[in-house]
């Protein structure tokens, strides 16, 4: 089988090129397809020789698309939505990546693949329109919705708090915001199979949840990055309002995953062995 990829420079393009020894993957980066301009990126799909599309590529800089709206609109829903279009014209499964900022982050249950939806912001506005644009499309998909992505490229809570855990004997990390972080590897791991399942069962399109289990909250989440790596740093919970950002982040990130492992036999992601993983990635243990 072969999977043609958008992106290759980002947390889940890395994890996919990873991939490359056991899966054939035609990876075309930012510096082939503009996805600014969706005619580009389109005319890779209309000549490839793959089996399945993977959407690697989206426009992640939650705050500043709070001033972009108009340029992240085009990244995570315009071209998204002309390569779906493109791959359902040749019956190409396609794979697009989501979020959980398309919904509202009420409540403190897991949020079903079917709950409504309800963006707070542009970025989860832009990637809700994506998803609309790629079912739209037609064509045998799968949309995964994933939440705070780590690994060992790029910039990442990780790597933050590891930076930051080094310089200071104390820090404060908002406590009310609780979610599943995601490894990039099994992220990877997940629209592959996701595609691998489409190219035999195109019954399988819809929509999916790949997030980490357990849930946790940020200030949790440092504090298992720090025991991990051995790094003596307090932290001090604090609620949301002590930090305010410029984008409004949802409280409730929690997504259930049931439907992901029943549709491709991918289980929820264990965070604390990919935190482990990715660690041990950087020389960290």
Not at 41 to 48: E, K, L, N, P
Not at 118 to 140: F, M, Q, S
Not at 144 to 171: A, C, P, Q, Y
Request: proline share 6%.
């Amino acid at each position: 089988m072969k999977v043609l990829v958008f992106g290759e420079i980002g947390q889940l393009g890395q994890e996919l090129m990873r991939r490359a020894g056991y899966i054939e993957l035609e990876v075309r980066g930012l510096d082939e397809a503009d996805f600014t301009a969706p005619d580009s990126c389109t005319a890779f799909v209309d000549a490839t020789d793959a089996d399945a599309v993977i959407n690697a590529v989206a426009y992640t800089a939650v705050d500043k698309a709070e001033e972009q709206e108009d340029l992240a609109e085009v990244i995570n829903a315009t071209t998204a939505g002309a390569l779906a279009r493109a791959a359902a014209a040749r019956g190409l499964p396609f794979v697009q990546v989501s979020t959980d900022y398309v919904f509202d982050g009420s409540g403190d249950q897991p949020f079903a693949v079917d709950h409504p939806t309800g963006p707070l912001g542009v970025y989860g506005r832009t990637k809700l329109n994506g998803e609309i644009a790629v079912r739209e499309a037609g064509g045998p998909h799968a949309i995964l919705r994933t939440s705070w992505v780590v690994s060992s490229h790029g910039h990442n809570f990780i790597k933050t708090m590891l930076k930051l855990g080094r310089e200071r004997d104390k820090l404060t990390i908002v406590a009310d915001q609780i979610g599943g972080p995601t490894p990039a590897a099994a992220l990877a791991d997940a629209c592959l199979a996701a595609a691998t399942t489409l190219v035999a069962d195109p019954s399988k399109t819809g929509t999916y949840h790949v997030s980490g289990g357990p849930d946790v909250s940020w200030a949790d989440f440092a504090r298992e990055i720090f025991a991990q790596a051995g790094i003596t740093c307090e932290v001090e919970d604090i609620p949301s309002s002590a930090y305010p950002t410029p984008a409004k982040r949802p409280f409730n990130s929690r997504m259930d995953n049931s439907a992901t492992e029943a549709a491709f036999g991918v289980p929820r992601p264990d965070w604390k062995q990919g935190l482990n993983d990715i660690l041990k990635d950087l020389g960290e243990v």
